[in-house]
């Protein structure tokens, strides 16, 4: 039998850790229904909520009697929701009976368990994996690396363990030719953006540009992120370039139209434009040529970005089905 949401009884004795019930039920499916079927309408395994819970009797009883479930139903596998949901006992289990199998495996979106861990902040589930050889610069399907994952979320805790300890790769792209660093300013992420930023001098990832022609600095400063323009200017950031709307860093400060439009007046009477030339059509289309061009400085988002593939919002599920909205 099942619920509205295709669950059936061996479902709810392993999400609410009845291994008892559970083991009763296993014996009379296993005569009646091949275990491997068992998967509710969203392609959750018992496998799968016993993990997220953390309910590791269950998870063993469930191993012993079909060691390859994990590969059947949802691809976001028991690992992965393991590691998303903190739960370390279950993963240890699920990475000890399945080793390489799981630990590099990928959802519907190509993200590995590294990145659930990562968006998560779970530094011992990064730890665990990273120890059997989960891939530390593994891009999933927007190319984005769990050091990139975790960035973006402004998780300082795994950054930080992926910067230091794992040597995540900085100069990664995604598919909008964003780095780490474009992707911590992007979401007003100051710890993680300088976390990056202590370690590298490299002025080809300080200047990156990404699609839309914006580096770091511009991101940064249309944020109000100070302490992070700071440390960007104090490693050679150039603030002349400009971006595909034709905006410097300066006037990417600049919260509207109009205020551009202030800005840019008020800079054409500066050197190197004669204060004689001030508001002259030339003055002002060279200005705009140069990047000072009075537009509206949009808000932060990245080229074609996307939200995070993933949602904290776990309420009332098995903590998978939001994990996939975009």
Known sequence: CRDFKGRTPIH??????????????????????????VVDYSGYSPMHWASYSGHEDCLELLLEHNPFAYL???????LHCAVINNQDGTAE?????????????????GRTPLHAAAFADNIHGLQLLLQHQAEVDGTDQLGRTPLMMAAENGQTA??????????????????????????ACSKGHEKCALLILGETQDLGLINATNSALQMPLHIAARNGLASVVQALLSRGATVLAVDE??????????????????????????????????????????????GIAAKT???????????CPYTKDRHNAIGLDGCYSE
């Open 12 to 37: 709810f004795a392993s999400v609410c850790g009845h291994s008892e019930i559970l083991r009763t039920l296993l014996q009379a499916a296993l005569s009646t229904d091949p275990l491997d079927s």
């Open 72 to 78: 059947e139903g949802n691809p976001f596998t028991p």
């Open 93 to 109: 289990m699920l990475v000890e009976a399945l080793g390489a199998k799981i630990v590099n495996s990928r959802d519907a979106k």
């Open 158 to 183: 795994a950054v930080e363990f992926l910067l230091y300890r794992a040597k995540a790769d900085l100069t990664v792209l995604d598919v909008n030719k964003n780095t780490a660093l474009h992707l």
């Open 245 to 290: 709307e034709g905006h410097t860093p300066a006037l990417a400060c600049a919260p509207n139209k109009d205020v551009a439009d202030c800005l840019a007046l008020i800079l054409s009477t500066m050197k190197p434009f004669p204060p004689k030339d001030a508001i002259s059509p030339f003055s002002f289309n060279l200005l705009k040529n140069c």
């Open 297 to 307: 400085a949009a808000c932060s988002s990245l080229p074609n970005g996307n939200s």
